[in-house]
């Protein structure tokens, strides 16, 4: 979020030079307004417009807020593109990718009806931001320990433990260790660009380490 952003924390920026025209194009692919598309993501249309124009580059949260909202993966977002949709995904295709200190690995194929990361969770960054987005989720631990937070509940994860909800409960993860902690991700995509219009602003809880 950028520092004109309520309960903002600051974060770092990576080269993705890609990823600014692509927004702007999937933006107006799923006939959404500047206004209508950063209400949903709950950003200020002045940041996603910072966004799509490359002064600001996107944290990998708001990536994956930005492909549900467009009914898209982050792998488009990226620019990214793969040439046949394989049922298979192969460990040695996984190439990483880095956003805002967070690191994803695509572990399923493009242009389905649900979005399937390994993600590495690094401890203590993207501080604040409570998600709220029409869909599910679910989430594998594989490694450390993950802090989940739904709605007022708190909980802490293990390897071994998941969790399945609906993306309309305030959610936020972090990792609880420092070691960060790392794993199985699935959400689904927004297939209608209408079912963005029912999205909130992400409310900030300023709680360091903690978002999703």
């Known amino acids: 979020m950028s520092p004109a952003e309520p309960?903002?924390?600051?974060?770092?920026?990576?080269?993705?030079p890609a990823v600014a025209p692509q927004?702007?194009?999937?933006?107006?692919r799923a006939s959404l307004t500047l206004e209508a598309a950063s209400r949903a993501?709950?950003?200020?249309?002045?940041?996603?417009?910072?966004?799509?124009?490359?002064?600001?580059?996107?944290?990998?949260?708001m990536l994956l807020a930005l492909a549900r909202?467009?009914?898209?993966?982050?792998?488009?977002?990226?620019?990214?593109?793969?040439?046949?949709?394989d049922a298979i995904v192969r460990a040695a295709d996984m190439d990483p990718t880095s956003a805002g200190g967070w690191t994803y690995w695509q572990a399923g194929a493009p242009g389905r009806g649900m979005q399937a990361l390994r993600v590495h969770v690094?401890?203590?960054?993207?501080?604040?931001?409570?998600?709220v987005h029409p869909g599910e989720e679910w989430l594998y631990v594989l490694q450390g320990r993950l802090r989940l937070r739904l709605g007022d509940t708190a909980h802490v994860l293990a390897p071994g433990d998941s969790a399945h909800f609906d993306s309309l409960t305030p959610h936020r993860i972090a990792a609880a260790g420092h070691g960060g902690a790392e794993l199985l991700f699935v959400h689904t995509l927004l297939q209608s660009p209408t079912a963005a219009l029912c999205l909130g602003p992400a409310t900030g809880h300023p709680t360091s380490g903690e978002t999703s």
Not at 7 to 16: F, N
Not at 69 to 85: C, Q
Not at 122 to 131: E, F, H, K, L, T
């Open 7 to 16: 309960g903002a924390v600051e974060e770092p920026s990576v080269e993705l």
């Open 23 to 28: 927004l702007r194009e999937l933006r107006r």
């Open 41 to 61: 993501a709950g950003l200020s249309p002045a940041h996603l417009s910072r966004l799509e124009t490359g002064q600001r580059q996107p944290s990998l949260p």
């Open 69 to 85: 909202i467009y009914g898209t993966t982050v792998s488009e977002l990226l620019g990214e593109t793969v040439a046949d949709r």
């Open 122 to 131: 690094p401890y203590g960054s993207q501080g604040d931001i409570v998600r």
